[in-house]
């Protein structure tokens, strides 16, 4: 063989597990380096996850920024993510290693399309899911995320709340606090919303004896048949509640069943899509790779900044919001 298809060979080998712990080893340590935290939500690719120092759900994540020591946040998840660890950490840099990792539920609503609920619903606190931009959080009473919106919404004086973006997560909350008059907004994320009760059912159908964990992201349907409602990071909790089930039925974006597979390996996880995933898989989460988090931290790319006037409100907004204990 020459030389150069040599070469080309062995740039396309797998690689051993020894040369995928030296990569993920590698890019810790440039991170020690530099003074950077990663931190990585559980939706991202497994590898991610895996040279992360911190993985977690969305209200973990905000926390774990808020408290870091580190100068710099290298942020593995979606741009809304990213924005709200800069604006509670303003004088740090925070890093979004690929900038196309978007979220199709925080562009469902815009500060103009808020202004116009509010124009219709003006006696209402603004209760703003984070999965949102810092100009929509800026305009909001309080922002909440799937482990503390009901207690959120619990916990403000107002009788009346108007809930953005997310419908099925504002309606799912409505249920929960049926002495307030909850007005949700007409948003969804698309990979949520995609699932039926009926496909869950299907998947059910052939594990008779699992459990259904479901995201509260998901249509009423499916919450009205899963055991379990809550958030990314308290479904790893909730598989501990069922010490004799064998096999749970996860109705959330797949990335979470790397996070499940580590924790309970004993236990089999069947994303509830019946499609081994494939409808359950967010193309955003899954956009930084291990190469990604490294050019972050070579070049220092690609930081997220927040403008002043957008950046006191949003912060107002989410500093309210961690005050409130989660819920789930
Ligand atoms: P968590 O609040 O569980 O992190 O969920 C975030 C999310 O974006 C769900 O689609």
């Given at each position: ?19 995928r712990?030296?990569r ?6 440039l991170a020690r380096q ?21 993985v977690?759900?969305?209200?973990g ?6 408290k870091?020591?580190a ?5 593995c998840?979606?741009?809304f ?31 103009e ?9 003006p ?5 703003t899911?984070v999965?949102s931009?810092?100009?929509v ?5 309080i ?36 002495e ?10 698309p990979?949520h ?7 869950v ?6 594990f008779?004896d699992?459990?259904v ?9 499916i919450l009205?048949?899963a055991?379990e409602?809550c ?7 909730r ?19 790397h996070?499940m597979k ?7 996880f069947?994303v ?7 409808r359950?898989n967010c ?37 309210r919001?961690l ?6």
């Amino acid at each position: 063989m020459s030389t150069q298809l040599v070469n080309f060979a062995a740039a396309f080998a797998p690689l051993t597990d020894a040369d995928r712990l030296a990569r993920m080893q590698e890019i810790r340590d440039l991170a020690r380096q530099q003074n950077a935290i990663i931190l990585a939500h559980n939706y991202q690719i497994p590898e991610v996850q895996d040279i992360a120092d911190f993985v977690g759900d969305s209200l973990g994540l905000s926390l774990e920024a808020q408290k870091t020591a580190a100068e710099t946040i290298i942020f593995c998840g979606v741009h809304f993510m990213a924005e709200s660890a800069k604006v509670l950490n303003p004088e740090k840099r925070v890093l979004l290693p690929n900038l196309s990792a978007g979220c199709s539920l925080a562009d469902s609503i815009t500060p103009e399309s808020l202004e116009e609920w509010q124009r219709r619903y003006p006696d209402h606190a603004v209760v703003t899911y984070v999965n949102s931009t810092a100009e929509v959080k800026a305009l909001s009473d309080i922002c909440c995320t799937s482990a503390n919106a009901v207690s959120i919404v619990r916990s403000l004086p107002n009788d009346k709340i108007l809930f953005t973006p997310d419908r099925n997560l504002g309606n799912w909350v409505k249920k929960q606090v049926p002495e307030k008059e909850v007005v949700v907004y007409d948003g969804a994320c698309p990979i949520h919303d995609v699932l039926r009760g009926a496909n869950v059912e299907k998947t059910r159908s052939a594990f008779p004896d699992s459990v259904v964990i479901a995201h509260p992201e998901c249509r009423e349907d499916i919450l009205a048949i899963a055991d379990e409602i809550c958030s990314t990071t308290a479904m790893l909790g909730r598989v501990a509640k069922y010490p004799d089930v064998k096999t749970f039925i996860v109705a959330t974006e797949n990335g979470i069943i790397h996070q499940m597979k580590k924790r309970y390996p004993d236990k089999e996880f069947v994303v509830a899509d019946g499609c081994i995933g494939c409808r359950l898989n967010c193309p955003y989460m899954k956009m930084i790779t291990p190469w990604d988090i490294k050019r972050s931290l070579l070049e220092g790319v690609f930081e997220v900044e927040v403008e002043g006037d957008v950046m006191a409100g949003a912060r107002r907004a989410l500093e309210r919001m961690l005050a409130v204990p989660r819920d789930n």
